[in-house]
Structures are given as structure tokens and as C-alpha cells.
């Protein structure tokens, strides 16, 4: 064991590991923006809005991500349309992810109490306004748990990008095995590079979770807006 001559791999390990940072991040953002969209399309009033989105939502659902990932890789590049490896991984992530977000965002936008749009009806508010400053801020806090989850999933699930070597954490692994051949000893690092990475990541959204949910204020003009109203409480009749 640890006969592996790890400083002439750190930088291919540290390229790996920005690798798959990248991959993360691009594949997150936009998985979350694509899922809100077919969650608000789940929740329109029209069939040809509603369908579609069930559809897509079912598809990916029940397709495993490695098949996704050769369809677009490999699938796309046998009908002429050539993705790079960077290219065919944030898409397979995206289109992948948020099928499952997607149904998140939706549960959680129909958890919010009807009351509050009724509330911000009254006061005069129009659709939007009130799904942007009513619905969704409370639909987001209570979709956080299940975010917060696939992220961490969707951050190990990169993974499974070594198939199309993608340059990340495990695409390297395998190249410095192939140099190597100490299978044990480089990929008991590159888990343990995994759950440096995955476990502080969970717990942080995980305290990130529990102070919404205990109404802390997280933005700076937040904590001033209740500093001020609790200024105003306490002046005495």
C-alpha cells in the first residue's frame, strides 16, 4: 500500500478534481433552471403545457444516467451532432437531473397553503408578483431537503463520466492505475477524495437547511429590515 508516487500526480489529480467541480456546478445551475421550467409547466392549465413535461419527466426518470450519457455522447455524435466530452457531461447531467428536480419543485410549489395566493390577491397583487414574492420563496425553503440531496448525488454521479473520459476525478484515476497498476491504493484515494468533498458538502447544506427553517434572516438587508421592526416593537406605546 501507498507505494503510488502521489506527487507526480497532484497536478492531474488537481485537474480532476476542478474537472469535476465544473462538471457539478454547470450541471446544477442548470438542472435547477430546467426543472423549475418543467415544474411550472407540470402545474399549467392546459394539457399541451401539462403532457409534454409529464413525458419528459417520466422518460428520464426510468433511463438510467449511463444510458443518457452514451445517447449524448455517442448517440448524438453518430447523427453528425459532435458534443465534446465537457459538452455531452453538463448536458447528460442537466437533462438527467432535472426530471428529479423538477418533481421537487413541483410538490413544493403545491405545498404552498393556498391562503397565501388568496392573501396576495387581496392585497392586490397580480399572478406573477405573487408567485415571485409570495409562492416561490416559500416553495424554495420548502424544497430545500430534496435539493440539497441531489446535489450531493448529482456531484458523486460525475462519476460515471469516466466512460467518455471526461477528465474528472475517476477519468484520472483510471489513467494513473493504467501507469500504476496499484488499482487498491488509487481508488481507495480517489474515494476518499469523493467523501472529503461530499461530506462537508451535505453537512453545510444541511446547516444552510436548518437556519431557513428557523427563519434566520441570510442576507444582510434581511437582518436589517428585522432589526428595524424589532426597533419598532420595542418602543412603548
Do not use: K
Given at each position: 500500500m501507498f507505494q503510488v508516487p502521489w506527487s507526480e500526480y497532484s497536478a492531474d489529480l488537481w485537474e480532476g478534481l476542478l474537472k469535476t467541480l465544473s462538471y457539478t456546478v454547470v450541471?446544477?445551475?442548470?438542472?435547477?433552471?430546467?426543472?423549475?421550467?418543467?415544474?411550472l409547466?407540470?402545474?399549467?392549465?392546459?394539457r399541451l403545457m401539462r403532457v409534454p413535461a409529464l413525458l419528459y419527466t417520466e422518460i428520464f426518470k426510468n433511463v438510467p444516467l449511463l444510458a443518457v450519457i452514451f445517447l449524448t455522447y455517442f448517440g448524438l455524435g453518430s447523427v453528425g451532432l459532435k458534443l465534446d466530452a465537457f459538452q455531452a457531461g453538463t448536458l447528460s447531467l442537466v437533462v438527467f437531473y432535472a426530471a428529479y428536480l423538477s418533481e421537487i419543485f413541483r410538490s413544493a410549489i403545491n405545498g404552498v397553503h393556498g391562503g397565501q395566493r388568496e392573501a396576495a390577491e387581496a392585497l392586490g397583487m397580480g399572478t406573477l408578483s405573487t408567485f415571485a414574492k409570495v409562492v416561490f420563496p416559500q416553495a424554495m425553503r420548502l424544497a430545500l431537503p430534496g435539493t440539497n440531496t441531489m446535489l450531493v448525488d448529482l456531484l458523486k454521479s460525475t462519476s460515471l463520466l469516466v466512460t467518455i473520459s471526461a477528465a474528472e476525478l475517476m477519468s484520472q484515476g483510471r489513467l494513473i492505475t493504467s501507469a500504476t497498476f496499484r488499482a487498491l491504493e488509487v481508488y481507495l484515494v480517489i474515494a476518499a477524495i469523493y467523501f472529503v468533498l461530499c461530506y462537508p458538502l451535505s453537512q453545510g447544506l444541511l446547516w444552510f437547511e436548518r437556519r431557513m427553517h428557523a427563519g434566520v434572516p441570510l442576507s444582510a438587508r434581511r437582518r436589517r429590515r428585522l432589526r428595524a421592526a424589532r426597533a419598532l416593537l420595542e418602543v412603548p406605546a
Open positions: 450541471g446544477f445551475v442548470g438542472a435547477a433552471l430546467l426543472g423549475l421550467a418543467v415544474a409547466l407540470r402545474l399549467g392549465r392546459t
